[in-house]
């Protein structure tokens, strides 16, 4: 156990040097010069700012001395400066981190608890009417974008339904139930492509399980299909679920940016969007280097989950 | 002698001329039966190339003309999925919005599954540590939430700078160039990923073995010895990702990345000033989301179906 933790630990720290390098070069490689083009697109221009604003911003020596200073900023959780509004970037995230995180762990506990129990239902009644209309429900819900949906809830909610986009967010622990009011909606639309991808795996995997012999076995001896699938299909099909829930939480923690634009929620995504409009390009570097992290770090902790429910992941090379 | 090989081309050639087209309607009819889904969502896909190519004669207006007296009409006899704010006929720009959908997936779906399997094979070939950097990279890449890091390139090379020595247009016959260039960018970790596990198992067989020891060239190995063994595997990452490549152009179009206006594109419907007429004109909100949704779901059927067909171990 503690060479693959070891193991799973090192691996991480290449993939995160890359990763960061590769922000870093995002915005330094790129075509062109971002002091210029931000500075000609604020309304104050003068050119000796432009000097200043590149010693700021420490660009005024060799890439080769910005990398490894910024790398140690980063491990002191030092994101930079926004280039429009001189925020902390660091500071930005967090603040805007409550919103994504509540939408992202709710629409997740709604997908995956519903994926459980219709992928089970689908694939214990394989080839039946009733599994037909589940997948064409599952790839409908593959198929059909996100904020189409969002767009028609606004649109046609606001209409018949009375639901309004709320115009401030309440805190969860100032207000719940208006907290929940709010956003209820909003993760159950971020839930459905989730929920989709889910009850696929699901439903292949239980299938697979369910044509071990030991499933037969169970039949044999008279055990009844309830007693079956409780007892020996749902734990031993959860595997493989386990692993593709955590890149599932990992995306759902980092891509509910359509839902909050169109809702109005100021979460990270949203900070993510609202910077690649401004063309701010410490924050872009900030947000895609904390996303990124963020899903390193998920599925390390989902490695780790794995190895634990299935020891025999610990042997093998 | 002469006669027998004559002969033997001249039957050849028959049969060719005659089993060839029944073959095909042979194989295409049984594929139809036994995956009737697959068969719906190939229909899809060839209504819409035929729709794609064929806009400028199947749209019964101009996708771009402006008619002010009829703006925000419903749909009736002549615009039948209505008009828009200026008044343009929206089913004829639905059916030109088709262009840039599909002509982004194809691209970008061709280039990056090319390029995903080249850097795959490439690096179980080579192995050692090559292949561990190439490994970590792909790791490193598959890291970012793709529609974060799209829109992160996309507004770094959108920058109205041009692009090395190119002058890279925004636009080229109705497809967003950036976006397929960073779309098919997007394609090749995850495809390289998978790849490169088909390959592992195929560069230590006897066969590529007993070629190296007759002396083919590594290009040769690679590219006729490994290539057309992942070739399925390939196939199938290409055509499951083609929905998801055109569901993702929507979005970045809704966030007024992709086509710009006026161009018609599916997602671009969505995005800017006409948003605010959808409380009063909602057909402007229902009649290209059908079509992503259509199309999406088509794509998503044909590429379930051919996963089904092409790898054996993943058939239900």
Known sequence: MQQYLLRRLLLIVPTLLILSSMVFAMVRLMPGDVILIQLYESPYFRSEDVEALREKLGLNVPVYVQYPEWLADVFRGDLGRSLWSDK???????????????????????????????????????????????????????????????????????????????????????????????????????????????????????????????????????????????RHVVKNSMLPVVSLQGIQLANLLTGSLIIEIIFNFQGVGYLAYDAVLKRDYTLIQGVTLFFGAVFVFVNLAVDLIYSWLDPRIKFAT | MAAGAKLGAFDERILERRALPSLVIRSVWRFARTNPLGAFGGAVLIFMVVLALGADWIAPHDPLGVDPPNQLTGPSLT?????????RDQLSRVIHGARPSLYTGLITIFTGSLLGMLLGVISAYIGGIFDLLVQRIVDALLAFPGLILAMALIAVFSSGIHIWFIDMPLVWHSIPVIVVVVLSFLMIPSTARIVRGAALGIVNLQYVEAARVLGASPVRLVLQHIVPNVFPVVIVIATVSLGYVVLIEASLGFLGLGTPPPNPSWGGMFSGIGRQYFETAPWLAIFPGVAISLAVLGFNLFGDAMRDVLDPRLRQ
């Open chain 1, 88 to 230: 902390d970037v660091t500071g930005l995230i967090i603040k805007h981190l409550p919103i994504t995180l509540e939408l992202g762990i709710m629409a997740f506990v709604m997908s995956q608890s519903l994926a459980l129990i219709v992928g089970i239902i689908s694939a214990t009644r394989q080839n039946s009417i009733v599994d037909y209309i589940l997948r064409f429900i599952a790839i409908s819900g593959l198929s059909v974008p996100t904020f189409w949906i969002a767009t028609l809830v606004i649109v046609l909610g606001a209409k018949y339904l009375g639901y309004l986009p709320p115009l401030t967010y309440v805190p969860f622990f100032d207000d719940p139930m208006t907290n929940l009011r709010q956003f209820l909606l909003p993760a159950a639309i971020i839930a459905i492509s989730t929920f989709a991808t889910s009850v696929r795996m699901v439903r292949s995997s239980v299938l697979e399980v369910l044509r071990q012999d030991y499933i037969r076995t169970a039949q044999a001896k008279g055990l009844g299909g309830y007693t079956i699938t409780s």
């Open chain 2, 79 to 87: 615009h039948p999925f209505g008009t828009d704010n200026l008044g």
